[in-house]
Every structure is written in C-alpha cells, then in structure tokens.
C-alpha cells in the first residue's frame, strides 16, 4: 500500500500558527495591552437579517414531514442556481443553469477541479498568492512555474513571453494583494491563455467589493473567456458565510479540450464525490441575491471598505507604499524603513500591540511586504491606525 | 492542456436515470395508476424536534454579532468532535477527539480520502456495490479487483487466498444488499489488510440500523482494526440528514505507513481542501448525540425497521430468496421466476405499480437480483407488498 508521497514535499502550513504563537507570547508578556487583529481574513459582521430570515424558514420546513427535503442533485437547487445566473445576467453575462454549479465554497471547487485534470499539466501560479493554490497542486505531484508579482507591475503580473502553461490561476481582487486587474489585463490573460490551450481558474471571491465601475465583475466580461475560463465565486466575504460555506462555480459550455466538455467532467466529477450543499444553507444563499439582501450585504462590504480606507488614508500620511483597499478588502504595504516581513510584525505586535499578516507567508515576492485586512471592528481600525502612526 | 483522460473510462451512469425514464412512461401511459417508490435510498421521515431547535438556535447566534461564527476548524468544532467521541466510548471504543474528523457526509470523504493514497495501488471492491467505490478508482486510474458477493455467500464476501489489495473498500450494514458482517468475520478482514498491509475503507452509514446486539457497530470493534482501517459515519440515515449533510470520518492515531500518518496526511488534505461544516449544520448534529436526539432518531429507525419487517414478511410467504432487512434498511431479494433484474423491474411496475432498483444497477453479480427499500411510508409499503403477493 502506497501513500501519496507529495504530501512529504509540502511545506509545514507554519504561517497562522507561528502567528498565534507570538500572540499568545505577547498577550501572556502583556496581559494588559489591548491586541487589535488587523490580519484576520474572516468577516465580523454577522449574517444579514434577509437570510437569517430564510435560514429559519428552511429549518422548519425541515422539521416538517410535508416540506421536509431530502437529497437534492448535487449541483444545487435550481431555485438558487436562477437567482445565481440572474445575478450575472444583470452584469451582462449570459449563463444558462447547467453552467452554475453551487458549492460549498471556492475553496472545496479550487481544491477539487483539479481532479478533473490530468497532473501532467504545468499549473502557473503568482508569487504572491494564497497558499492553497500552490499546495493542491504539490498535493498532485504536478510542475509549478511562477508569475511574478512585484512594486513594478504593482502586484499585477502579466503573461512572460517563453511561458507555456496549460492550467493558470488568476484572483482578482486579490487575496493577499487586493490588486485588480483591468479589462485590457485580463484580455491578455484570455488571449494568452486561448493561444496556449490553457485553462484559467479565475478566483472571484472578491468581486463584489468592486467600486470602480471600470473594472470588470466576472472573467466572462471579457471577450473569449467562456472558452478557456473557470470562475470560482464565494459568498464568504460578500454575505459573512465563512461559517456557512456557499459559493458557486461557473463551467461554460464552450468550454471543451479535445472535444472533452469539462462541464460535464465536473458534473460527473460532483454528482460521484459530493451530495451538495445544505437545503437550509441553499435557501439562505438565495436570500443573498434578493434586492434586499443584496442592500444587506452591501452595507457590510461598504462597512469593511470604509475601514479599507482608515487604514489607506494613515498610510498616505505616512508616506507608506500599498496596493489594495479601493476595490478589495485587503491592503498589501511595503514595510517601512527597510524591514523585512517577520520583523515588521514583530515590531508592529510589540510596540502597538497590532496584528498583521507577514507577506512572506504568501511566498518569496512578499518578504519586506505585510498584509492589512479590513474586516475587523471600525473602533479598532482607527485605534490601530493611531497606534501605528505614533510610532512610526 | 490534458484533461483526465480516466474519466472516459466510466460507465455512462444510466441506472436512476433509466428507473426515472421508465417510471415517467408508466405514469403517463396510466395516469389514474398509484406509484408506489420502493427503491428510494432516502429517508422521508423529517428531521427531530431536538435538531430542529438547535439549529434554529443557532441560526439565531449567526444573526448576532456578539455569538456569529465565521471559519471554523475544518476538522469540526470541538463540541461536536466531544459528542462523537462519547458515542464512540459508549460502543466500547475510545478515540482521541483529534482521530475524528466532522465531514458534509460520507460519499465526499469515501472519495475524497483518495488523495491521501497513491494511484499505484490495487483496490479491492465488493461486487455488488453503491457505484460510488468504484467510480471514485476509475476516475483516478488505480486498478480494481472484485470480490464477489452471491447466494452462497449470502452476499458476505470473504478474503480470498491469493487476492493481493491494498485499499479494501468493506460496506456494512451494506448497501445495496442489507448483509451484515458479524465479529468473526470482520476480524478475518482485518487480519487479512494486517497481513496485507491494506487500509480498510468502512464504510458504517447504517450502523445505527443493527438491532442484534452481537454484531459489531463499528469496525474498531475488532482486535487490530486501529492499525488498518479508516471508518465512514453519516447522519443521512441514522438522522434524516439527506438534505443537511454531516458524517464523520475516523482516522486513527496507530495507523501509519512507512512511518508516515495517515491521520496527519488526511488533516492536511482537509486543512488545503477543505473550509468544514455550517456551524449551523454542526449544532444540528451535536443535538443528535443528546439523549432526547438519540430518542427521536431511534424512533425514526424504528419506523423504517417496522417497514423493513412487512417487506420481509411478504417475501418470507411468496418463498423468495432475500438476505437484509434485519438489521439495515435494505432487503436484497432473488427476482422470482427467475426473472433478470430489468425483466423483474418492469414486471413490478406494470403489474403493481411499484418500483424498485434493479440489483444489475451495482454491479455484474446484481444481475437477477432486485433491491428494495424501507424508507417509505408504512401505509404505501403495506399496500405494494399486498399488490405484490397478489400478482405472485
């Protein structure tokens, strides 16, 4: 019997737990000094009251022998897949049901749609980038060459003439970054991705906290897409389900290798390894896209984005380089005076009892970078915010 | 870019399809006639009264910012990881909460364990069998090796000399057929994968059906099972949880290959792959484990028993050939007349209106075989056996 042993090639996941460790450190060395997280990448702001509504109303349906539901096709109820192709209509993009599959989050899809491929492929990946991206792929045993974002293409990197590529990872608004790309960018990613018979899986997790109007919402808004596109949505940052788990991932029709349709390789793929997302989770989903909950959840993310802009304005005024915070919840700054990752945090917990995100944890492209969210407390933010410019 | 070339291998998966094809003529050839479902393998009794609460409980907490939960660990909340631990002390077996992992159900992690294993390694697989084991090795392109389950045996396969396997894919109660292991048997299997050195794959969704107290309810039960078996627990039958999705998968701490341990590759698999269960869903789950939850499904199991019982009753007087029943929600009979199993199907519908699944549907040595289910309603099921008894 045979383990997999790529697993052995994976790099111990040290980044959160040597985070906590120095938190746990300096809260046990401090016991009276407040510690504001601003690294966190959960929501904090609950479940709006649309869904929480419609949760209640399927759990009694639930309960109830008359309305009681048992499995569902795997791919999801239609009456959530509508109100998911309806939201693309109304961005211009045309999906027909059998394109929308709905998940129990873009990170399960991510990880999965790789099942669907042979591992014989070379899978490229930003440097920096979220870690599961890198690890699924070692998981499998398959090549990895980087793109390499940096301070010059401002965390926006392009296709590299002489790259061949064959499956290519792409999240705009970016996590760690909150870089987006623009229409042109991203019509060179498809053009590229087109010419090299590449598949893109675009990573959309963060497409609602666009504000720029100009910036394109879905990868299917740009010409040619459908033909070598995977998109992964999430509602976890859009409607706070990190503890819900819903998201929704859209398979193309055109999308075929060899004559292959991958459509129906994830149909198949889903319909023999997973048995679909709660009823009750699928109702609150659907509550998510109402014209009500659609204003519920906008509040949140304009809450969040308000913080985003806290934590910008302090680093304006301080002279501080960043990406990030307009159209995404996460701001990516250079450290000051030279610091590498690690010490930035290091000094930051200790002199301001502040929480970041070293981006050396996201890959060589981030030493002498750190990551800030925007999803914590407003009090806190601009708390933090004074802290840091104090010592600073 | 290469897609999974495997995938091509698969059987088209026509068996609910085609059932749903045929019902579809019969219904709309004799309108008037009543359809009596006898094949469903899903529950249809709603869920408790003690889950109902607790999840609108705790719906309830994620509409409140002082008690919302965002990501939670993806092995499950401690809370739920205790209450699966206690039920497994009260079987006599103790685990660390650490071996134990909440899933969305045991068909995701009976395929998605795969990951943790080479494809280098020769799988074997009861026939019959729930399509699922089978598909999951295809699509990775390990190499299958049956065992057979038949009349003599009464569809309880056995370890056969000179049959190498290194994953043992053992499903009891089991589906399709309701036969049921008892201790010695088991521990013939588990000496055979020591031997071996094989992991066993159990799969023990319907262990909570098994009214006779001297066959083992789980396979840790057995002397040695810690060194070579991963169990597969799911809420689906024993809770009503179809539609709501948990189950737990148990990886022992003692079970290692080549120094390495299973339980950490598969915490690793979930940690990259992987965001857990509602928190939601996970409270619904907990309240199962709580005596007055325990009461509710077992009332539920016994009502699916008691149906179980005049399925068999019937059978017992036409003088037909079963195994299941007793002690699993299923009851695996020998189509009379020697009828094969699509010849007995469409006899049963269009003389009785009753449908059933076809035993051809899970494998070669289903064939002449037919399964029938006691998930109904009690008036329906007395009324198709009585149609039954009268065109026999």
Known sequence: MKINENYSKLQDSYLFSTIAKKVGEYTAANPNNQVI????????????????????KAVGEMGTAETFRGYGEEQGY?????????????????????????????????????????????????????????????????????????RDNNFLPMPEDGVAADIIYLCSPNNPTGAVYNRDQLKKWVDYALEQNAVILFDSAYETFIRDES????????????????????????????????GYTVVPQELTHGGVSLNKLWLRRQTTKFNGVPYIVQRGAEAVFTPQGMRECRENIDYYMANAAVIAG??????????GGENAPYIWLQCPGGLGSWEFFDFLLENAGVVGTPGAGFGT??????????????ENIVTAMEKIKKIL
Chains 1, 2 share one sequence.
């Open 314 to 323: 302090t680093l304006d005024q301080l002279g501080i380089w960043y990406v």
């Open 37 to 56: 997280r601003l690294g966190i990448g959960d929501v904090t702001r609950p479940l709006p009251p649309s869904v929480v509504g419609a949760m209640q």
């Open 215 to 246: 910036l394109p919402t879905s990868i299917y808004q740009i010409e040619g897409a459908r033909h070598c596109a995977i998109e992964f949505c999430s509602l976890s940052k859009t409607a706070g389900f990190t503890g819900t788990r819903c």
């Open 78 to 150: 239609d009456f959530l897949r509508n109100a998911v192709r309806d939201y693309y209509t109304a961005k211009s993009v045309i999906l027909d049901g059998n394109e929308i599959f709905i998940s129990d989050g873009a990170k399960s899809d991510l990880g999965n749609i790789l099942d669907i491929f042979s591992q014989e492929n070379t899978v490229l990946i930003p440097n920096p980038v979220y870690p599961v991206y890198l690890d699924t792929n070692i998981m499998r045993g398959s090549k990895v060459v980087y793109i390499h974002g940096n």
């Open 365 to 378: 492209n981030g030493e002498g970078f750190f990551r800030l969210t925007a999803f914590g407390n407003r």
